[in-house]
């Protein structure tokens, strides 16, 4: 009897989360229709940070983690495992990697802390990223174009300088920069570097901190620590404090979907970010 091999099960569960009974055809269409349903499906989270536990992003540990585990993942998690499924249905896509600027001087030279992707659709380039937290673009966007880009969600807009792009969101009728980066070929000894900088630096943002984001039709959810966030694309943001644990432990699994991971020190690192917000 023919038994499938751990990859197409992997592909078929994932493709299935996302809405799918059989793969797409790689076209244009289904790289947009693949990022939304991704951003809205898997929540952006750094649990793992947190809780100060190993970040694998060996793809069997991803996929462990994201599709049997209900966890989601950051962007060494997310883009890898969005990248491998591109692949597996003929798109010609290869990994990227770019330095973080968002919060900051668009100029600002930052380490190279960000992972995403490059996809050629009938000769054409985009950049494709399913793991910038709240801020992730919802649509591929075309890489050789400066014009405003219209996304499922607010519109982005790239610009190259020197051979380097920026990515710019407009939020609240303002162009902020989110990341730097280029086109130069990455090897995985370079996404392991970055990814163990950003899960065990002290420095790192990640650090001992909660991260979390979701996207839904018209609007954003996101968790910084302690301070939750709607954010709509129509109206005024909604924010509130998180006042416990359990509230956050609920919110973690209700509004992010996300099954917590039995850790003995879950409810302490919990309750130390509502305490440090």
Not at 109 to 114: F, K, Y
Not at 181 to 200: K, M
Not at 222 to 233: K, S
Request: net charge negative; hydrophobic share 35%; proline share 7%.
């Amino acid at each position: 009897m023919f038994e499938e091999s751990p990859r197409l099960i992997h592909s078929r569960l994932y493709l299935q989360r996302l809405g799918y009974d059989t793969p797409p055809a790689p076209t244009l269409q289904t790289l947009k229709d693949l990022q939304l349903r991704h951003v809205s499906t898997f929540a952006f989270e750094s649990l793992s940070t947190l809780l100060r536990a190993p970040v694998p992003i060996d793809l069997p540990s991803v996929e462990q983690k994201v599709l049997f585990d209900g966890r989601g993942g950051y962007c060494y998690e997310l883009n890898q495992m969005f990248l491998a499924l591109l692949q597996e249905l003929g798109f010609e896509a290869r990994g990227i990697t770019g330095r973080v600027v968002m919060g900051g001087p668009p100029d600002a030279h930052t380490g190279r802390t960000h992972r995403l992707s490059l996809v050629t659709v009938d000769g054409v380039r985009y950049v494709s990223d399913v793991g910038f937290g709240g801020m992730v673009p919802s649509s591929p966007l075309q890489l050789d174009s400066e014009a405003p880009q219209v996304t499922a969600h607010e519109p982005y807009r790239l610009s190259l300088h020197e051979g380097s792009y920026t990515l710019w969101a407009q939020v609240a009728g303002e162009w902020r920069g989110l990341y730097v980066f280029d086109l130069q070929p990455q090897s995985h000894f370079d996404y392991e570097i970055g990814n163990w900088y950003v899960s065990t630096h002290p420095q790192s943002p990640f650090f001992g901190t909660l991260k979390v984001a979701l996207l839904a039709p018209g609007l954003r959810r996101t968790l910084n620590n302690g301070h939750y966030a709607i954010h709509y694309l129509d109206r005024d943001s909604e924010k509130r404090a998180i006042q416990d644990v359990d509230e956050l432990m609920a919110l973690l699994q209700g509004s992010f979907g996300i099954r917590l991971p039995e850790h003995p020190q879950l409810r302490e690192r919990l309750g130390s970010v509502l305490t440090a917000s």
